[in-house]
């Protein structure tokens, strides 16, 4: 080969001259390879004849080979190269793979004044402030006992304060071995910082003094954070914007886009000293995430404090809305994937509201007029007040406040999570809930306290006010509820829960059916699909229209009829149809397996199911480990108790994976990842109202997976389960109070639906959003690990099965008449639509 390429590059001037040069070329060639042969033959005859080395000086002979050599050399070099690795790693590298612990904190300096130029990081005033606060930090941890651990402090902002003084927002950096990360906890680095404040005993003040800097103890917060909030607020970031606002009432303008290119952007906002920040939401486009991809975080603060947080937007807003800062000072947390996402509002300083009225209210009861929250329209922030002096024409009429969604109980032990309210001396809670209330004041001139009590921002409130008769609340004709509100007395015991907490339908015997008689047939047996009368005058014309009312099927076109389970029943009801549409629901596919075992592992009484038996029933898996159960609402849906997320690590998505058409744990056909956990906004987490929350999937399972994959049915508002009907809850939790492990198949136990009225014999005052289920022997229930599972009910004759009941608590397991209690779902089927549709 390298002969032709010599050839080619000969010159094209004498051809003879070219011949002999190549010809010459190769008899060389050829020669060279002649004699190499030649030498490799002697130089094998030589070796042959030659004495070999024995022992030592054959080994040494091996080794110096030259291909050994280099091997040798090689070797010796990789191992120099391990070691030295190995050093740098333990003397420098492990140093730097210490995790790091981010902290960001506040403190208000009292008596010290703030002057304009502190809010320009680049200013002299600024350095010098910052250097001497960021000294007095730094002093407090090098002289702690996480001294070691401590690594900087950097000072973020100098605000002003509506209290006077400086507002300082400032960074810290730990790093932190493993094993030494309980030493630098939220906690103990907070407690570290307030116990190196020196406070005067004397005169009793929250300001002390940090080395000569006096600082306010009640102002200090510091929350533990993550490394980007870190990364992304530090000096020089790219994603950090500065606003403010110099003029109450003037509005600015607010827009931010995703073609901005930041995953995680910041804008801090800063007001006029002495006033308040009015944020107004006029649109935000993102995809829901819960919070993880797409989100809107909004600080009390100008630093992402876990603490401070205001108000959080993890899905589209397409009505206005406003929020209200707590100070001069606010801090918008954005991510926004690259998606053609924005956000569109407006800012503004406004004066802190002196919220105070007196007011007269009309002789005439039925005139109302109206009070509303601070601040309204706008959301209540974390520090708000209200005072309101009433009085009424006489001494004989007390004052009557009917709220839209809002009611207020005496307090007990706990706090007031959603509004303090002092009237007379007496200090009540207020709560949000779904259905109208009336508060009473048997006093004609009370006055009338509110404090904000919330940690974040919350739902405003409106009340309207009127006068009432003391001694006569309701008209002779009328029933007092337990909500205040009155209602006829004709509708007591008819069914309906006309007083929004059922104390209509309370201790109410069992209603006669009227059957032959002049009176109509009693509501509770109209159309329930069983024939109570023996003439069948109960079950007649149920497909006629009538009044809408909680009892009575609503069709699509808004019109209602008499039956109460016309829902997926196999027959058109509904003028339009709109009965029998989307119900490729409840029908399982059980598939029986030879020799499979049903005997005593039992969950509270329960037997073991077969495959294919419920394949609505999803296992929860927190962290990979078994946590609460769930049902198959759609391809994408999944419905559970809101209590299995109400801590602030479970409400991440990012945690949770769900296991579908899973008989034994391990065996899942299909595990999703949680996109969004959306909890109902009333749940209540000391009294477990509300407690209903949904999960969308990352992506919807395989239509393939049918029948072992299936949604159960979504019961109508007007669902009614009779005695008739079959139910079962299922789960893979305890078997008992005691056991101390879990089943691997999933368990089935049939409980029977009790009456509201046993139910509250058992656990005195549950809300109509829930139901007892159970055995008054106790022997079948649901346990610990079976929360957010499904009660399940079959419609009579073999009909299709309906989600009747999501686990909720109870008193122990299969105790003696305390029943399980769940969340009646027939309650939240309009919320259930509103997500999944």
């Known amino acids: 080969m390298g002969t032709e390429h010599e050839e080619n590059k000969q010159p094209s001037g004498d051809d003879g001259a070219a011949q002999q040069d190549v010809a010459s070329i190769a008899d060389v060639s050829v020669e060279v390879s002649t004699v190499d042969h030649t030498l490799q033959k002697l130089r094998r005859m030589y070796r042959k004849t030659r004495r070999k080395p024995k022992g030592l000086k054959r080994l040494w002979a091996y080794l110096l080979n030259v291909p050994h050599i280099s091997l040798i050399i090689t070797a010796v070099v990789s191992v120099l190269m391990v070691m030295v690795w190995s050093l740098l790693w333990v003397f420098i590298f492990r140093r730097e793979s210490n995790s790091g612990a981010y902290f960001a904190g506040m403190f208000r300096l009292a008596n010290i004044e703030f002057i304009p130029e502190y809010r320009q990081a680049e200013s002299r005033e600024f350095v010098s402030m910052a250097s001497k606060v960021q000294n007095a930090v730094s002093n407090v941890y090098k002289m702690s006992a996480v001294a070691r651990l401590y690594k900087e402090a950097v000072i973020s902002d100098l605000s002003s304060n509506n209290k006077g003084g400086v507002l300082v927002h400032f960074w810290m950096v730990f790093v932190v071995p493993p094993l030494k990360s309980p030493e630098v906890c939220e906690d103990c680095v907070g407690a570290i910082f307030r116990d190196s404040i020196l406070t005067s005993l004397k005169n009793r003040s929250s300001v002390g003094y940090l080395l000569d800097l006096p600082v306010d103890i009640d102002s200090i917060v510091i929350n533990a954070v993550q490394r980007s909030d870190y990364t992304s607020n530090v000096e020089g970031s790219q994603c950090v914007d500065n606003m403010y606002a110099n003029l109450h009432g ?45 989100a809107l975080i909004v600080y009390d603060a100008l630093l992402p404090m876990r603490g401070r947080i205001l108000h959080s937007l993890c899905e589209p807003v397409s009505s206005v809305f406003s929020l209200v800062s707590t100070s001069n000072v606010m801090l918008l947390s954005f991510r926004m994937t690259n998606d053609n996402k924005r956000f569109r509002g407006h800012f503004e300083a406004i004066a802190d509201e002196i919220c105070m009225s007196q007011i007269e209210t009309p002789l ?14 706008s959301l209540l922030p974390p520090q708000c007040s209200c005072t309101w002096k009433f009085e009424t024409p006489n001494s004989a009429l007390g004052v009557a406040l009917q709220f839209q969604n809002y009611v207020l109980k005496p307090k007990d032990i706990k706090g007031c999570d959603q509004g303090w309210w002092k009237i ?116 007649s014309n149920c497909t006629q229209e009538t009044i809408c009312s909680a009892i009575r099927y609503q069709c699509s076109s808004g019109s209602c009829i008499l039956k109460k389970n016309a829902k997926c029943d196999g027959v058109h009801d509904c003028k339009d149809n709109s009965d029998e549409v989307n119900c490729a629901c409840g029908r399982p596919s059980p598939v029986k397996k030879v020799g499979s075992f049903t005997g005593p592992e039992r969950i509270v009484g329960g037997v073991n199911s077969v495959e294919g038996e419920w394949p609505w029933q999803v296992s929860l898996h927190f962290s990979g480990s078994l946590y609460c159960g769930a049902s198959v609402l759609s391809s994408d849906w999944l419905i559970s108790a809101a209590h299995c997320f109400s801590k602030e690590r479970l409400s991440d998505p990012r945690y949770w994976s769900a296991h579908l058409g899973m008989l034994t744990q391990g065996g899942a056909k299909h595990v999703a990842e949680i996109q969004r956990i959306v909890v109902h906004e009333y749940y209540n987490t000391y009294t477990f109202d509300y407690d209903i929350a949904l999960l969308q999937l990352k992506r919807p399972w395989p239509s393939s997976l049918s029948p072992m994959v299936q949604p159960v049915c979504i019961p109508s508002s007007s669902h009614t389960v009779t005695n008739n009907h079959r139910c079962w809850v299922t789960g893979w939790g305890y078997r008992s109070e005691e056991d101390k492990v879990l089943p691997s198949v999933l368990q089935k136990a049939e409980v029977s639906v009790l009456s509201q009225t046993e139910c509250k014999k058992s656990y005195g005052p549950v809300s109509p959003r829930m139901l007892c289920a159970g055995l008054p022997s106790g022997e079948r229930d649901a346990c610990r690990g079976d929360s957010g599972g499904p009660l399940s009910c079959q419609a009579p004759g073999g009909g299709r099965w309906f989600l009747i009941g999501i686990v909720s608590w109870g008193a122990g397991c299969g105790r003696p008449n305390l029943p399980g209690v769940y969340t009646r779902v027939s309650k939240f089927t309009s919320w259930i639509y509103s997500y999944i549709n």
């Not at 005439?364 to 329209?377: E, K, L, R, V």
């Not at 009336?438 to 009127?466: G, K, L, M, T």
């Not at 029933?479 to 006309?498: A, M, N, P, Q």
Request: proline letters at 7%; glycine letters at 6%.
């Open 250 to 294: 003037a509005r600015v303008p607010l827009n931010v886009f995703s073609s901005w290119g930041g995953v995680s952007c910041h804008v801090k906002l800063t007001a006029v000293p002495g006033s308040l920040i009015r944020l107004t939401i006029a649109s935000f486009l993102i995809e829901p995430s819960d919070c993880v991809d797409d």
């Open 364 to 377: 005439i009861p039925d005139i109302t007029h109206q009070i509303y929250s601070p601040f309204h329209p």
């Open 424 to 539: 007379n001396e007496i200090v009540f809670c207020g709560n949000y809930v779904g259905y109208h209330t009336v508060f009473r004041i048997a006093d004609h001139s009370p006055e009338v306290d509110f404090r904000c009590s919330s940690h974040n921002s919350v739902q405003p409130f409106q009340a309207s006010y009127s006068s009432y008769n003391i001694s006569q609340p309701c008209p002779d004709s009328h029933f007092l509820c337990s909500t205040g509100l009155c209602v006829e007395k004709s509708r007591r015991c008819d069914g309906l829960d006309d007083c929004q907490d059922e104390s209509d339908e309370l201790f109410c015997s069992m209603p006669t059916m009227n059957c032959g008689g002049n009176r109509p047939v009693h509501p509770l047996f109209v159309c329930n699909g069983e024939r109570d009368c023996t003439d069948g005058t109960d079950e």
